[in-house]
């Protein structure tokens, strides 16, 4: 065992032999005051026991918790990666393979089986990367000593719930340093809400190699939060010459199509219900309607670059051609410092951003586009790497 880590006996706060260190005795601690906060919330003795037996205070998720690097991956390399050509491939083997059920799930549950699968594929992989944390071990961890504590006891608190429950014995409660679990890397709350014993043999479980209730889970969550049958995420869309990049809002397709947004086929995009125009990499890059199906994506992860993996990657599972305008090369999202300096630039060159907060809203956007007038760009409001170094 690593020299940093530890067994706490289960009840006892005892350190295994030679690792009694300050830190282990405090964790030790930690995990019986824990114990009266897990009863209060209905935790049986028993249960806490049996997940506490072998627990481990695990330094690599603190270190992992604690290094996060804010995400800048280019939009076409993060693209490349979830709409790769084996992911599709694979993608649509499995909707083949898994038709019964999936055709059973969208008819409980309204979600077509190529957003389920792509949600699948985002998450793991199809499986192959469920995470093989010790969950209990890596909650406990994170709720002691990490940035989050009170996040990371209820996510614990949940945990136990789950396992109360008999949905999945403690060894087979496994997942990734941050507590995501299953297939489709739910957390302990979310799981508590909306996972679904779709087999019918009493346990929701996740974890198995039969995806069943994993998939099931997936759709009743995308569900709960309005997915609309019927309706796309986005759909591709091919912009004037000359658009005004401030027009923004919902509107219904056809006002689109009076303002020369169309489909890629040149036709107005067909009535989905009211759509909002995005163009996440400015006027290089491919621009889509988005409707309420797109919002309902981001319950599941609120990044712009995963809510537009999991419709495109739908999208060419279920046989639709690769997006008409490709990602520009080497684009990226600005850092957390990288806007602030543009914000403060922008202000300086006499085009205020109502202040400078690190947020791209949509005072800062329509002073891009003043600026980007103003020197003759696309005015297109987008808070581009290119742009802060024209500035600077």
């Not at 759909?235 to 219904?252: A, C, D, I, K, W």
Request: aromatic share 10%.
């Amino acid at each position: 065992m690593d020299r940093r880590q530890f067994i706490v006996a289960t009840g006892l706060g005892i350190i295994a032999p030679g690792l009694a260190t300050a830190h282990a005795n405090g964790f030790g601690n930690w995990i019986n005051r824990f114990r009266g906060r897990a009863r209060a919330a209905g935790i049986s003795d028993r249960t806490f026991n049996a997940a506490f037996a072998n627990v481990q205070y695990l330094p690599d998720s603190i270190r992992r918790d604690r290094n996060q690097a804010e995400f800048v991956k280019p939009l076409a390399e993060y693209m490349a990666t979830a709409a790769s050509d084996a992911r599709i491939t694979n993608g649509r083997i499995l909707v083949q393979q898994f038709s019964d059920l999936l055709s059973r799930i969208e008819a409980t549950y309204g979600v077509p089986p190529h957003i389920v699968t792509a949600v699948w594929g985002m998450e793991s992989n199809y499986g192959q990367r469920r995470g093989d944390v010790p969950l209990i071990s890596t909650l406990a961890t994170l709720a002691f000593d990490g940035r989050r504590g009170r996040f990371f006891e209820q996510q614990l608190i949940a945990a136990l719930a789950i396992l109360q429950r008999g949905d999945v014995a403690p060894q087979n409660m496994t997942g990734s340093w941050a507590g995501a679990m299953g297939h489709t890397q739910f957390i302990p709350t979310s799981y508590q809400a909306y996972a679904v014993d779709f087999t019918g043999d009493g346990r929701r479980d996740i974890w198995s190699d039969d995806p069943s209730d994993a998939l099931a889970s997936t759709a009743a969550y995308l569900s709960r939060f309005g997915w609309r049958k019927g309706q796309p995420w986005g759909v591709e869309v091919r912009l004037p010459g000359g658009f005004n990049y401030g027009q923004t809002g919902s509107r219904s397709p056809a006002a689109w199509g009076q303002l020369g947004v169309r489909g890629t086929n040149g036709n107005v995009v067909p009535n989905y219900g009211d759509a909002s125009l995005i163009t996440p990499t400015g006027a290089g890059g491919p621009a889509f309607l988005i409707f309420r199906n797109y919002t309902v994506i981001s319950r599941y992860n609120n990044a712009q670059a995963y809510i537009i993996g999991v419709g495109h990657l739908g999208d060419r599972i279920r046989g639709m051609g690769a997006l008409q305008t490709p990602w520009p090369a080497g684009e990226r999202s600005l850092r957390r410092a990288e806007r602030v300096e543009l914000q403060q630039r922008l202000t300086a060159a006499g085009f205020s951003t109502g202040g400078v907060d690190g947020k791209i809203g949509p005072n800062s956007s329509a002073a891009i586009r003043r600026y980007q007038q103003s020197v003759g760009l696309p005015a297109d409001g987008y808070a581009s790497l290119r742009l802060l170094e024209r500035l600077r």
